[in-house]
């Protein structure tokens, strides 16, 4: 079956524009995770939605970053006045239903690149 | 603030040998632990994944030891493949009784590993 998608896969950037990155999770799945994995390291958690409440957004960085879900499947990341800070690749990840033991699977990531 | 630390950041090994990978947290209330694997050009795929009440789980050619008191658990890849060349991440995530955790996970920040044939 079809897996979690995102688009686009690439995405440039200049200094101080907005971006939109999108998630299609895959279906019935409740919850959407977003994270963002910085070159080298690990992804770390940007934000989760429980269908389309967001339930937790302690990891975006700053006010430039704004996520929704509103009807509880497609997700978009949006950055606004983008920095160079902000190149990663952002990663969405979605389980069926809400619960640490339920497996993420990961999407293959929007690479941005704020020039 | 680092919570999972993983080493080695990068690991060769020959084909048919142990790669070993371990990773160490800090917060108590980490309750489950999973493995993921990544390609280049993918997202992360879990491999394996471990909870506190085991010391060991072996899935194939992967095993999961656990070591609660010393917070630290690792990865063992036992007869290493050229296909098993990848980044590797530990994670972690909290459980909470009453069910109120949903699952976000914190990473380690990955092993490069490289099997040579």
């Known amino acids: 079956g079809a897996g979690v998608s995102q688009s686009p896969r690439y995405k440039v950037a200049k200094r101080g524009q907005d971006v939109a990155l999108r998630c299609d999770p895959i279906s019935g799945h409740v919850s959407l995770f977003w994270y963002q994995q910085a070159l080298g390291q690990g992804p770390e958690f940007l934000t989760y939605?429980?269908?389309?409440?967001?339930?937790?957004k302690s990891g975006l960085p700053s006010d430039r970053f704004f996520a929704e879900r509103p009807e509880g499947s497609v997700s978009t990341l949006k950055i606004q006045r983008t920095q160079q800070e902000d190149s990663a690749v952002y990663l969405c990840?979605?389980?069926?239903?809400?619960?640490?033991?339920?497996?993420?699977?990961f999407g293959p990531g929007t690479r941005l690149t704020v020039t | 603030q680092q919570q999972v630390k993983q080493s080695p950041q990068s690991l060769i090994v020959q084909k048919g040998g142990i790669s070993i990978i371990n990773c160490a947290y800090e917060n108590t209330a980490f309750d489950y632990f999973p493995w993921y694997q990544q390609f280049p050009g993918k997202g992360p795929a879990l491999l394996i994944a471990?909870?506190?009440?085991?010391s060991e789980k072996k899935e194939g050619r992967f095993t999961i030891s656990f070591n609660k008191s010393a917070k630290q658990f690792s990865l063992h890849i036992m007869d290493s493949q050229p296909g098993d060349s990848a980044t590797y991440f530990c994670a972690a995530s909290e459980g909470r009784a009453g069910g109120t955790s949903y699952g976000k996970l914190t990473f380690g920040q990955g092993t490069i590993l490289t099997v040579h044939p």
């Open positions: 990840a979605s389980s069926l239903e809400r619960g640490y033991s339920y497996e993420q699977y």
């Open positions: 471990i909870r506190p009440d085991v």
């Open positions: 939605f429980q269908n389309e409440a967001q339930l937790d």
